[in-house]
């Protein structure tokens, strides 16, 4: 069956240095999803990437999604302590009724 | 606009008792998803309804787990006879396209 995943698990940062997490599906996805969970918070959309090779700024984020549509990328720019959180992909079967979850990347972000 | 609204926040069951989790997607949003998560573990699909209709079900187990969105009223998970294992947060989110809105979650403890 689909499956996502993601690296790293964990990351510890100092302000002000950059974070990468990564997303790998084992099949095409017709879009990706990224969301973000603050400890003991519930998951927050922050974006969607559809299109091949389609990246997109909000800020410090920077989202891509790779030329096959198989994997994506979150890339925050010189961190701050309130980017804390676990970011997690998402990518829907087809159709949209089910969504799969990657197992997320916790940032620690030390201050 | 109130947000997806979940309760109770809380729920305390002694094994072998039945679980309520009830939620109330937003105004106009006609997708339901409910969604499990154990401590430092991602999301996992259980299920996907629309008014009156479960549309995907592959991730909620057969037995004793039941869900339901009637036409008036919230969506209601249902957990019968639970057990130790059953402890998570449960999220629900509603859609009306293709993002999500997530609840602030159930955090069930069975004891």
């Known amino acids: 069956g689909q499956q996502v995943m993601q690296i790293p698990q964990y990351q510890h940062v100092q302000e002000g240095e950059d974070f990468t997490t990564y997303c790998n599906s084992s099949?095409?996805?017709?879009?990706i999803q990224w969301y973000k969970q603050r400890p003991g918070g519930h998951p927050v959309f922050l974006i969607q990437?559809?299109?091949?090779?389609e990246v997109k700024k909000q800020k410090r984020l920077t989202f891509q999604f790779g030329e096959a549509k198989k994997n994506s990328s979150l890339h925050i720019t010189a961190t701050q302590t309130t980017d804390v959180g676990t970011y997690f992909c998402?990518?829907?079967?087809?159709?949209?009724?089910?969504?799969?979850f990657g197992s997320g990347t916790k940032l620690n972000v030390k201050p | 606009n109130a947000g997806v609204m979940q309760n109770p926040r809380h729920l305390v069951r002694r094994r072998g008792q039945e679980a309520r989790l009830r939620c109330s997607p937003m105004?106009?949003?006609?997708?339901v998803y409910w969604y499990r998560q154990l401590p430092e573990e991602g999301l996992k699909f259980m299920v996907y309804?629309?008014?009156?209709?479960?549309?995907?079900e592959s991730g909620m187990p057969k037995e004793r787990f039941s869900a339901e969105f009637p036409k008036e009223g919230p969506s209601i998970l249902r957990i019968q006879q639970v057990v130790r294992g059953d402890s998570a947060a449960y999220f629900c989110?509603?859609?009306?396209?293709?993002?999500?809105?997530f609840g602030p979650g159930t955090r069930l403890t069975v004891t």
């Open positions: 105004k106009g949003h006609s997708h």
């Open positions: 099949t095409t996805l017709s879009n």
């Open positions: 309804l629309q008014k009156e209709n479960i549309i995907d």
């Open positions: 990437l559809v299109k091949s090779g």
């Open positions: 989110a509603s859609s009306l396209s293709y993002e999500q809105y």
């Open positions: 998402a990518g829907p079967k087809y159709n949209f009724n089910k969504f799969y």
